[in-house]
C-alpha cells in the first residue's frame, strides 16, 4: 500500500487503526527495516500492520509483480484504482490532526468528454492531494460537475430533433425532464474518465451544481445580493446569440481573424453638397445609427462637426456629426458611425454623451421595424440587398478585402450579435474592491505572481456582470412578477413559489396572480459560488463547512482567470467574509508538438484516454505535470515515449531488488538487513563508498523535493527525481551494487547493499508517487517482505 498507501495513506484512512494499517508511507516506519530520516517529508509511524489487506489484494489479481511481468501492465491502473477507492483511501481523516489541506476541483461540464486540459488539472490537483497526505494532513478533494447551462441544452435539443422533436412544441417542465434523463444517463461520463486518471477525489461528496442544496445556495446568494441593492433589471448591450436565443457571457464568445469587407459608404451633409464617407464591415446596422464621430484633431472634418449628416435609406433621418478624441483617424476614412444598438464601444461613447440607442434587430437576427423596406431580412440577407441598392442610389463608394476580429459563440459557432436586452445585472465594483484588497494583503497568493497584474487590471476596471440567460436548463432566477403590473417595478425576490405568493398577497391583496421570470442564472453565477456552497453554505453550522471552509488551493487555467476565479474570490468574502482560498495556481494550455493551439481542424488533437492505452496514465501524468506554473506545454509522442520508458525503468529497478532480496524465510539475513539503519548522518558515513553515495545523494534529494514540492514548484520535483533515478541509482548504483551481491564474501557487505537498495528504492517510490500513482504503487505492494 505504499502507494496505495502513498496513495491510500495519502489517501485518506477511516480510522486510526485503519490508517496504521493501510498506509505504510505516511503511517509506518519501514517494513521490517525502521528507517527514518529527521527531513524526510512524509511521515513513518510505527510497524506496518498493512500486510493482511495488501496480501488481499496480490491474490486477488490487483497487482502484478515484476518477477512475473515483463513490463507493468497498464490494464491493471483500472483494478488499482477500484482498489483505492473500495477501501476508502480518498476521504480525509484527522487521526493526525493539523490544518486540513482542501482542493475543490474545478467542475468540469456535464456535457464533457476528456480532453488534456482536463489530464492537466487532474494531474496537478492529484499530485498536490497526493503529497499532502503522505505529509499526513488531512486531506479533501472535492470533486463534481457543472450543469453547463447552454451546452446541456443543445446537447438535448439536438437528440430531441433526431426524434423530429422541437423545444418548443414542449412545455418547459416536459423539456427539464428529459435533459434530467439525459444526464442520469451521460452524465456520469466525464466522471468515469477523470477517474481514469487517477484522480484520488472523495467521491462520496460529489457534488453537482444543481443538486438540491447547491441549488438553495444560489437562490440565497441571489437573495443576498438583491437585498443588499447589488442586483437590478434592465435594458443594456449583451452578447446576444440568435441561434441559441440567449445572452451569452464574455468568455462564451471567441473571437477569430477572418476575412471579410470594409465598405466605404456616403453620408451627405444636411443643407450641403458636402458628403462625409464612412467605413464599416457591417453596413445593416445603418439604420441604428445615432451620431457620426470624427477626431477633433483631423483637420478634414473639423469644420463639419456640429452640423448634421443624413443618414442613406433612411427617408432622410438626420444625425449629429459629434467629435472624440478616441476616433481612430488612420482607420478607414477617419469618420466612425456611432451604432450602440449594436456595438459595444459605440455603446458607451452613446450613454457618456447621453445618445439615444436604436435597436434595429429582433433576437432572432433579422432586422425590425426601425430598418424599414428592409423589416424581416436576416441580418446577412439584408448586407448584401443594402449594398446593391446603395450603388444603384450613388452613394457606395467602394469595398475592399479586410481582415477584422469576429465575435463568435463557443457553443453553435454563430457570429454574436451586441444587442440592447432587457437583463439581471450584479453591481460589481464594491465586490471588485475587496476582492483586490485581499490580494495586496497577502491573503491570496496568485502563482504564477505575473497574473496579479491582470487580476487587478481586470478588477480595478470591472464591468456589471449580466447574470440572466434566457434558457430553460439552468437555476430559475428567483423573481416573480405581478400579473397587470410592470415588470421593472413591480415584482418579488422569493426563496421559491409560496412565498413569493405569500409575499405578493401582502402587498397587492389576496387575488393577485403571479408568475415567475422564465430565465435561468448564468452557469458562472453558480460556479462563483462552489468552494463554499459544496461544504454546505448557507448553513454555516455544516460539519464539512466548519471543517474545510476556507479550502486551501484554486487550481485552474489561466484563462478564466477573471471569469472564474475572481468571481469567487468576490462571492467568498461577500457570504462568508472570507477568501475562499490561500492560494491560486494557474497552469497553461497543453500544445502540440509544434507549439499550435490543438483543434480539430488542424487534426492535432491528441486524446488523452488513447494515450493512456498506449502509454499508460503514469507516463501521461509525468510528462505534462513537467512544465512551468503558467506557461503553456508543447506535448509531443516523443515526449510520451520518453516517460513510458522512465515507467519500464522503474519496473525493471523493482525487478532487480525484488530478485536480490533475501528469501522471506531467511531471518538472519533479514535481521542483518533490519540492522542497517541510515537516519544518522554518522550511519552513513561508516557505509561503503558506494552506499554512502548514493543514501547521501538521496538524502539531499529528499531535502531538495521537498522544498520544490512546497513552493508548487512540480517540474522542479520531477525531473530532480527523474535525474537521480535513472543516472544515480539505475544506471549508477544498481550497477555498483552487483559487485558486494554477486562477488562479495563478506555477508555484511551484502547486507549493507540489499539495505540501501530497498531503502534507497522505496523512498524513490515514496517521492515519485504523487506524480506516476499506479506503477509506483504496485511496485510498493509486491515489495513488502
Known amino acids: 500500500m505504499i502507494l496505495q498507501m502513498t496513495l491510500s495513506s495519502p489517501f485518506l484512512l477511516s480510522s486510526c487503526s485503519s490508517a496504521h494499517r493501510l498506509n505504510p508511507l505516511l503511517f509506518s516506519k519501514r517494513r521490517h527495516c525502521p528507517f527514518k530520516f529527521s527531513h524526510f517529508p512524509f511521515h513513518l509511524l510505527t510497524k506496518p500492520r498493512f500486510f493482511t489487506v495488501a496480501a488481499a489484494a496480490t491474490e486477488n489479481g490487483v497487482f502484478t509483480s515484476p518477477e512475473n511481468a515483463k513490463s507493468f501492465d497498464f490494464s491493471s491502473e483500472e483494478r488499482i484504482y477500484n482498489w483505492w477507492e473500495s477501501q476508502g483511501f480518498f476521504k480525509p481523516t484527522f487521526d493526525r490532526g493539523g490544518d486540513p489541506f482542501v482542493v475543490s476541483m474545478p467542475p468540469p461540464n456535464v456535457t464533457g468528454s476528456l480532453h488534456m486540459g482536463h489530464a492537466m488539472f487532474v494531474a496537478l490537483e492529484d499530485i498536490m492531494v497526493r503529497y499532502n497526505r503522505m505529509k499526513g494532513r488531512p486531506t479533501l478533494w472535492l ?23 422541437k423545444r418548443t412544441d414542449m412545455s418547459r417542465d416536459e423539456f427539464t425532464k428529459r435533459v434530467w434523463e439525459w444526464k442520469e444517463k451521460y452524465g456520469g461520463t466525464i466522471t468515469n474518465q477523470i477517474k481514469r486518471l487517477g484522480a484520488s477525489c472523495d467521491w462520496t461528496r460529489e457534488r453537482f451544481t444543481l443538486d438540491e442544496q447547491l441549488s438553495q445556495a444560489v437562490i440565497e446568494a441571489f437573495i443576498k445580493l438583491h437585498e443588499k441593492g447589488l442586483i437590478y433589471q434592465g435594458s443594456y448591450l449583451v452578447n446576444w446569440s440568435p441561434n441559441l436565443q440567449t445572452a451569452v457571457s464574455d468568455l462564451e464568445v471567441e473571437y477569430s481573424e477572418e476575412p471579410g469587407t470594409l465598405y466605404h459608404i456616403k453620408y451627405r451633409v444636411a443643407g450641403q453638397s458636402d458628403f462625409l464617407t464612412v467605413a464599416t464591415t457591417r453596413p445593416e446596422t445603418l439604420f441604428g445609427d445615432v451620431a457620426i464621430a470624427v477626431n477633433p484633431k483631423d483637420d478634414r472634418y473639423s469644420k463639419f462637426i456640429g452640423k448634421m449628416a443624413i443618414v442613406p435609406m433612411t427617408y432622410g433621418r438626420h444625425v449629429p456629426i459629434i467629435a472624440d478624441r ?87 459557432g454563430e457570429i454574436i450579435e451586441p444587442l440592447v436586452s432587457k437583463q439581471w445585472f450584479v453591481t460589481m465594483e464594491s465586490l471588485a474592491e475587496k476582492a483586490l484588497l485581499a490580494v495586496e494583503k497577502g491573503e491570496l497568493t496568485i502563482m504564477p505572481e505575473r497574473f496579479e497584474k491582470i487580476y487587478n487590471h481586470w478588477l480595478s476596471n470591472i464591468k456589471d456582470w449580466c447574470i440572466s440567460r434566457q434558457l430553460w436548463w439552468g437555476h430559475r432566477i428567483p423573481v416573480w412578477y405581478i400579473v397587470g403590473k410592470n415588470c421593472e417595478e413591480d415584482y418579488i425576490v422569493a426563496r421559491n413559489a409560496d412565498e413569493a405568493l405569500e409575499k405578493a398577497r401582502e402587498k397587492y391583496g389576496k387575488n393577485v396572480e403571479i408568475y415567475q421570470d422564465p430565465d435561468v442564472l448564468d452557469t458562472w453565477f453558480s460556479s462563483a459560488l462552489w468552494p463554499f456552497s459544496t461544504l454546505g453554505w448557507p448553513d454555516v453550522a455544516a460539519e464539512d463547512f466548519k471543517k474545510f471552509y476556507p479550502t486551501t488551493m484554486l487550481e485552474t487555467g489561466h484563462d478564466i482567470l477573471f471569469f472564474w476565479v475572481a468571481r469567487m474570490v468576490m462571492m467568498g468574502i461577500e457570504f462568508t467574509g472570507t477568501v475562499p482560498f490561500s492560494y491560486v495556481y494557474l497552469h497553461g494550455l497543453i500544445r502540440d508538438s509544434q507549439g499550435r493551439k490543438m483543434s480539430k481542424t488542424l487534426g492535432n488533437v491528441i486524446d488523452p484516454l488513447d494515450t493512456i492505452k498506449e502509454f499508460g496514465t503514469d507516463a501521461l501524468r509525468f510528462t505534462i505535470s513537467l512544465g512551468t506554473a503558467g506557461q503553456d506545454l508543447n506535448l509531443s509522442t516523443e515526449r510520451l515515449t520518453a516517460n513510458k520508458s522512465f515507467t519500464n525503468k522503474l519496473w525493471n529497478a523493482g525487478k532487480f531488488v525484488l530478485q536480490n532480496m533475501p528469501s522471506k524465510t531467511d531471518e538472519s539475513a533479514w535481521e542483518a538487513i533490519k540492522n542497517c539503519k541510515f537516519d544518522k548522518e554518522e550511519s552513513v558515513l561508516v557505509l561503503p563508498l558506494p552506499e554512502c553515495w548514493v543514501v547521501s545523494e538521496l538524502h539531499v534529494l529528499i531535502d531538495m523535493v521537498t522544498a520544490s514540492y512546497d513552493k508548487f514548484f512540480f517540474g522542479d520535483v520531477g525531473r530532480e527525481i527523474y535525474d537521480f533515478f535513472w543516472s544515480d541509482f539505475a544506471d549508477w548504483y544498481i550497477e555498483a551494487s552487483k559487485a558486494r551481491l554477486y562477488q562479495s564474501e563478506a555477508d555484511s557487505a551484502s547486507s549493507e547493499a540489499q539495505a540501501v537498495l530497498l531503502y534507497v528504492f522505496e523512498n524513490v517510490l515514496k517521492l515519485l508517487h504523487p506524480f506516476m500513482p499506479f506503477v509506483t504503487e504496485a511496485l510498493w505492494q509486491v515489495t513488502i517482505f
Open 326 to 412: 478616441h476616433v481612430d483617424k488612420d482607420f478607414g476614412t477617419g469618420v466612425l458611425k456611432i451604432s450602440p444598438g449594436h456595438d459595444h464601444n459605440d455603446y458607451y461613447l452613446a450613454r457618456k454623451l447621453g445618445l439615444p440607442i436604436l435597436n434595429v434587430m429582433n433576437k432572432d437576427g433579422t432586422l425590425n421595424e426601425v430598418a424599414g423596406l428592409y423589416c424581416g431580412l436576416d441580418r446577412f440577407e439584408a448586407r448584401k440587398k443594402l449594398w446593391s441598392e446603395l450603388e444603384e442610389t450613388g452613394l457606395a463608394v467602394r469595398k475592399e478585402p479586410h481582415t477584422s476580429r469576429v465575435p463568435r459563440s463557443q457553443r453553435g
Open 143 to 165: 470533486p463534481g460537475t457543472d450543469h453547463a447551462g447552454i451546452a446541456t441544452q443543445l446537447v438535448v435539443e439536438k437528440m430531441l430533433a433526431s426524434e423530429g422533436i
